[in-house]
């Protein structure tokens, strides 16, 4: 898997809402004017929210067969070390959730190491599947040498001398004795050296080819296999971990940045009602209707709501930072995709508890764990059964030289205890099975308490809503009594408190089930699904971006 980066474009997007000014959010409220004090923020569509920027949006270059791109070194815009082997990847400002899924894939490290990892488990085991295959070599030497010695010859000279003269004596009585013979013994002593200087230098080549074939290996090969490609399905299994904790962290933070622009909206909204309030106040004050205590309570209403709108700003600033950093950009993510609630009920848990079953990755990873253990087991038991090898070599030369033969060899003794080898094994395999009844049960208790969590979200939600309706008539009324004198400016800032309350608590409410539903289908080991409940949502909750 192809490393990408995010293109590094040194144009700042504009920060997000929350980094606007007040006119320019003030501008987007004026667009959703329609929504008045008996409209719910529940029934405003999307779409009756005007998008910022809406040309800015770009199409997200994704690479394709048809869409090819050479690969360069890229710099990271968060560390800013170079990554070999990687691509440029343009990413729109403008992202929805299934955008965001798509370059999450393609831009985070975390993947794209476990996608190393896996590759180098299944080189692996590719090397040893032909760690039985014939092995064939060629050897070529080339020599230099020198010799050099000094021999003692006295012992072969006097021999040499006894041999002579032991002849000649023979000799003498078989044929009559010749005068004044000379010592033959002496003369030939004399022609010997009592020691040699033995020297010589020279050059020698040599060339030949050889081949070992083990032809009965016991098992090991297979063992060895086995044990590589089992490992390599556990670091598959740990992928797709990783990538399901990714999906809900891209979801946490993707509808968390909602939920805080949300929040900024309603808080900008409350000062601008405020600001009426207080504006409203000051006129009352100069014309002797409230007193100056209602006139004071009415600026510091306005005060904590300037300041309350300012600290909300800053929250989303920060969760939009938050996305941003996931993606890997180097200007903020405005997210598309509203916070969402179904008013249908969700299926029985028990049909979650099998998807868990079948397609949760842990249980994939203990599967590849008890795989491992099997074929340590089975690598075990061959440890004294024997290794039969065919061997030959033979020279390259003119009259070569040549050996060819089997061999087969056992362990009688010593090295690692066999028994014991087996015991650990045995032990490992019973070990993964255990694991993988305990993180059933884990599972399933976990699917259970995410199910009810996602079905208490929904129901907070809607229980919510007369609350909303509620707040809303209040402020109203109380907005108007204030007008005619028959409320006070501390009673309009109550309805005002409350209404922001409930409107806030209901859009919590939807991201606490947003947030329950990834949990759920992370849970479920199928994150993407997710998807398909979004899309089948009848409950949209506004947003500030679109696409």
């Given at each position: 898997?192809?490393?990408?980066?995010?293109?590094?474009?040194?144009?700042?997007?504009?920060?997000?809402?929350?980094?606007?000014?007040?006119?320019t959010?003030?501008?987007?409220?004026?667009?959703?004017?329609?929504?008045?004090?008996?409209?719910?923020?529940?029934?405003?569509?999307?779409?009756q929210?005007?998008?910022?920027?809406?040309?800015?949006?770009?199409e997200i270059?994704?690479?394709?067969?048809?869409?090819?791109?050479?690969?360069?070194?890229?710099?990271?815009?968060?560390?800013?070390?170079?990554?070999?082997?990687?691509y440029?990847?343009?990413?729109?400002?403008?992202?929805?959730?299934?955008?965001?899924?798509?370059?999450?894939?393609?831009?985070?490290?975390?993947?794209?190491?476990?996608?190393?990892?896996?590759?180098?488990s299944?080189?692996?085991t590719?090397a040893?599947?032909?760690?039985?295959?014939p092995?064939?070599?060629a050897?070529?030497?080339?020599?230099?040498?020198?010799?050099?010695?000094?021999?003692?010859?006295?012992?072969?000279k006097?021999?040499?001398?006894?041999?002579?003269?032991?002849v000649?004596?023979?000799?003498?009585?078989i044929?009559?004795?010749?005068?004044?013979?000379?010592?033959?013994g002496?003369?030939?002593?004399?022609?010997?050296?009592?020691?040699?200087?033995?020297?010589?230098?020279g050059?020698?080549?040599g060339?030949g080819?050889?081949?070992?074939?083990?032809?009965?290996?016991?098992?090991?090969?297979t063992?060895?296999?086995?044990?590589?490609?089992?490992r390599?399905?556990?670091?598959?299994?740990?992928?797709?971990?990783?990538k399901?904790?990714?999906?809900n962290?891209?979801?946490?933070?993707?509808?968390?940045?909602?939920?805080a622009i949300?929040?900024?909206?309603?808080?900008?909204?409350?000062?601008?009602?405020?600001?009426?309030?207080?504006?409203?106040?000051k006129?009352?004050f100069?014309?002797?209707?409230?007193?100056?205590?209602e006139?004071?309570e009415?600026?510091?209403?306005?005060?904590?709501?300037?300041?309350?709108?300012?600290?909300?700003?800053?929250?989303?600033?920060?969760?939009?930072?938050a996305?941003?950093?996931l993606?890997?950009?180097?200007y903020?993510?405005?997210?598309?995709?509203?916070?969402?609630?179904?008013?249908?009920?969700?299926?029985?848990?028990?049909y979650?508890?099998?998807?868990?079953?079948?397609h949760?990755?842990?249980?994939?990873?203990?599967?590849?764990k008890?795989?491992?253990?099997?074929?340590l087991h089975?690598?075990?038991?061959t440890?004294?059964?024997p290794?039969?090898?065919?061997y030959?070599?033979?020279?390259?030369?003119?009259?070569?030289?040549w050996?060819?033969?089997v061999?087969?060899?056992?362990?009688?003794?010593?090295?690692?205890?066999?028994t014991?080898?087996?015991?650990?094994s045995?032990?490992?395999?019973?070990?993964?099975d255990?694991?993988?009844i305990?993180?059933?049960?884990?599972?399933?208790?976990?699917?259970?308490?995410?199910?009810?969590?996602?079905?208490?979200a929904?129901?907070r939600y809607?229980a919510?809503?007369?609350?909303?309706?509620?707040?809303?008539?209040?402020?109203?009324?109380?907005?108007?009594?204030?007008?005619?004198?028959?409320n006070?400016t501390?009673?309009?800032?109550?309805?005002?408190?409350?209404?922001?309350?409930?409107?806030?608590?209901?859009?919590?409410?939807?991201?606490?089930?947003v947030?329950?539903?990834?949990?759920?289908?992370?849970?479920?080991?199928?994150?993407?699904a997710?998807?398909?409940?979004?899309?089948?949502?009848?409950?949209?909750?506004?947003?500030?971006y679109?696409?």
């Amino acid at each position: 898997m192809k490393f990408t980066l995010s293109s590094l474009s040194t144009a700042m997007i504009a920060t997000l809402v929350m980094g606007l000014t007040t006119p320019t959010v003030a501008e987007v409220k004026n667009k959703v004017a329609a929504e008045d004090s008996n409209t719910n923020i529940d029934n405003v569509k999307t779409s009756q929210i005007a998008s910022m920027n809406k040309s800015a949006v770009t199409e997200i270059s994704r690479p394709d067969s048809k869409n090819t791109h050479t690969l360069s070194t890229i710099t990271d815009p968060i560390t800013h070390k170079n990554i070999d082997n990687s691509y440029p990847l343009e990413v729109s400002s403008f992202l929805s959730l299934e955008q965001a899924q798509n370059i999450l894939l393609q831009v985070s490290p975390k993947l794209a190491a476990n996608q190393a990892a896996i590759a180098a488990s299944d080189y692996q085991t590719d090397a040893l599947k032909t760690i039985d295959n014939p092995f064939v070599f060629a050897q070529v030497s080339a020599s230099a040498y020198t010799l050099q010695e000094d021999i003692d010859l006295s012992n072969l000279k006097n021999g040499v001398i006894n041999g002579v003269n032991n002849v000649g004596a023979n000799v003498g009585d078989i044929i009559p004795s010749l005068p004044n013979l000379p010592n033959f013994g002496e003369l030939v002593g004399e022609r010997l050296p009592n020691s040699y200087d033995f020297k010589r230098s020279g050059t020698r080549t040599g060339a030949g080819v050889g081949v070992v074939w083990p032809v009965y290996t016991a098992g090991r090969t297979t063992a060895l296999t086995g044990l590589s490609d089992a490992r390599t399905q556990e670091a598959v299994a740990d992928s797709v971990l990783d990538k399901n904790e990714l999906y809900n962290t891209l979801t946490e933070r993707y509808f968390k940045a909602q939920l805080a622009i949300i929040a900024a909206y309603l808080r900008e909204d409350a000062y601008d009602t405020l600001q009426q309030t207080d504006h409203m106040a000051k006129r009352l004050f100069e014309e002797g209707f409230i007193s100056r205590v209602e006139r004071l309570e009415a600026q510091s209403a306005l005060a904590d709501a300037s300041s309350e709108a300012v600290n909300a700003n800053n929250d989303a600033r920060l969760a939009m930072i938050a996305l941003q950093r996931l993606l890997r950009t180097d200007y903020p993510i405005k997210p598309t995709t509203p916070l969402f609630v179904s008013s249908r009920q969700l299926p029985d848990v028990s049909y979650f508890q099998d998807l868990a079953l079948h397609h949760h990755p842990g249980l994939q990873k203990f599967a590849a764990k008890r795989a491992q253990a099997q074929h340590l087991h089975a690598l075990s038991d061959t440890g004294h059964k024997p290794t039969v090898m065919l061997y030959g070599y033979g020279e390259l030369e003119a009259k070569p030289s040549w050996v060819a033969g089997v061999s087969a060899s056992w362990k009688l003794w010593g090295g690692l205890d066999k028994t014991a080898l087996l015991a650990s094994s045995s032990a490992k395999i019973r070990q993964a099975d255990l694991s993988e009844i305990e993180l059933s049960d884990n599972l399933l208790l976990l699917v259970e308490k995410n199910w009810h969590d996602v079905n208490n979200a929904q129901s907070r939600y809607q229980a919510l809503q007369s609350n909303v309706d509620l707040a809303a008539e209040v402020l109203r009324l109380r907005r108007l009594g204030l007008q005619e004198g028959v409320n006070t400016t501390v009673d309009v800032v109550q309805a005002q408190t409350q209404y922001l309350k409930a409107r806030t608590e209901q859009a919590q409410a939807a991201n606490n089930y947003v947030q329950g539903l990834s949990a759920l289908m992370q849970s479920c080991g199928t994150p993407l699904a997710f998807n398909a409940y979004l899309n089948a949502a009848d409950i949209r909750l506004p947003t500030l971006y679109s696409e």
